[in-house]
């Protein structure tokens, strides 16, 4: 599986944003899916992570009311709105996938692929 993350850019405190994650294959609907972040200095860190049905999903608490994390198994996409964005959420995001429950994913210790990132600034 490849991941193509695309969607970010520069915004407002406030504004909003969606990102994508295109998968390549056909075995993207047999991956538990995960959005991580890595802020400039910091370690990367979990942000929300979705079953690989779509139907359970699971939210750090820091963006948790804020953030959706959604998937088009038929588009083999995989999303990320973003709302109510503050400057402390910027950073690089970046999509994983793993074969292992979906709660697990927040660990990163057994994902499979990473995407390549695509960079949220948020200026307040």
């Known amino acids: 599986v490849q991941l193509q993350a695309s969607g970010g850019g520069a915004v407002q405190a406030g504004g909003s944003l969606r990102l994508s994650c295109a998968a390549s294959g056909r075995t993207f609907s047999s991956y538990a899916m995960g959005w991580f972040r890595q802020a400039p200095g910091k370690e990367r860190e979990f942000v929300a992570s979705?079953?690989?049905?779509?139907?359970?999903?699971y939210y750090a608490d820091s963006v948790k009311g804020r953030f959706t994390i959604s998937r088009d198994n038929a588009k083999n996409t995989l999303y990320l709105q973003m709302n109510s964005l503050q400057p402390e959420d910027t950073a690089v995001y970046y999509c994983?996938?793993?074969?292992?429950?979906?709660?697990?994913?927040?660990?990163?210790?057994?994902?499979?692929?990473w995407g390549q990132g695509t960079e949220v600034t948020v200026s307040s």
């Open positions: 979705i079953s690989w049905g779509g139907g359970s999903t």
């Open positions: 994983a996938a793993a074969r292992i429950p979906f709660r697990d994913i927040a660990t990163m210790i057994k994902v499979d692929y």
